[in-house]
């Protein structure tokens, strides 16, 4: 129960990778906010079956106003906000192609959700850390980018965005003993990628490139986060861990 008495806010939470790592942090003794555009009231009424603790909030993180009250709704449930992780992406629905075909239209709404949603949700929940003097963002990279993989230039052009702001914002908050990490996972099968046969069909390729040469799950990139989130953590800060079974080495 190393999270115990602490209060994590989970964005895209309501499936896949984020629902993984808040069902982690409960599990870690942590209060639960669930936030997502979907199903994040299912979720939240899942974990708190287990006797979490647990609050589910529709949210749209391009959205300041609901990034804002976010924030507000679970310092009134649950008094603090220890924990941030920007897990909300939009990746699912983005249709792989040559970058000459991206509509500006998608570079538009995907660095909405996948850029300014993460300094959006950092930006809600910044004074409150900085009252407690404490706190741990983290934030969902990608190993796309590390690595050039081609066909969603917008995609891998924000995961590389978001690497970028977790250096930054380390240095802005570290004074403020707030650390701000990343994760980077590989191609991750999920609810959201089970049904997208456009993005598996690189499947078996993505597993070829590994040390490790299997699918990754969300439950694979759980640990990395309840370490992040954890006091074990306490002196990293502007890191990027790649959890992708050893396909980009850095």
Request: charge should be neutral.
């Amino acid at each position: 129960m190393k999270l115990a008495g602490r209060t994590a806010i989970v964005t895209g939470a309501g499936r896949g990778i984020g629902k993984a790592m808040a069902t982690r942090f409960a599990a870690d003794g942590a209060s639960v906010v669930i936030a997502d555009i979907e199903q994040y009231d299912v979720a939240a009424a899942e974990m708190a079956k287990s006797g979490a603790r647990t609050l589910g909030i529709k949210v749209d993180v391009s959205s300041e106003s609901d990034t804002v009250s976010m924030a507000e709704e679970a310092i009134r449930t649950f008094g603090r906000i220890d924990v941030l992780v920007n897990c909300a992406a939009m990746f699912a629905t983005v249709k792989l192609g040559p970058f000459e075909d991206i509509p500006a239209s998608e570079w538009k709404r995907l660095l909405e959700i996948n850029v300014l949603g993460v300094a959006l949700c950092c930006k809600a929940v910044t004074s409150k850390m900085r009252s407690q003097k404490s706190g741990r963002i983290i934030n969902l990279a990608s190993g796309a980018p590390l690595k050039g993989v081609p066909h969603f230039l917008h995609y891998i052009a924000s995961k590389g965005a978001v690497i970028a702001m977790t250096r930054g914002l380390a240095r802005e908050l570290g004074k403020d003993g707030i650390t701000v990490n990343a994760i980077a996972p590989g191609l991750t099968v999920s609810e959201a990628t089970a049904g997208r046969p456009e993005h598996l069909r690189t499947h078996a390729e993505s597993i070829r490139s590994r040390a490790i040469q299997r699918e990754e799950r969300p439950e694979d990139l759980v640990g990395v986060a309840s370490f992040l989130a954890s006091d074990d953590a306490a002196f990293m800060t502007g890191q990027t861990l790649v959890v992708d079974g050893g396909s980009a080495m850095l």
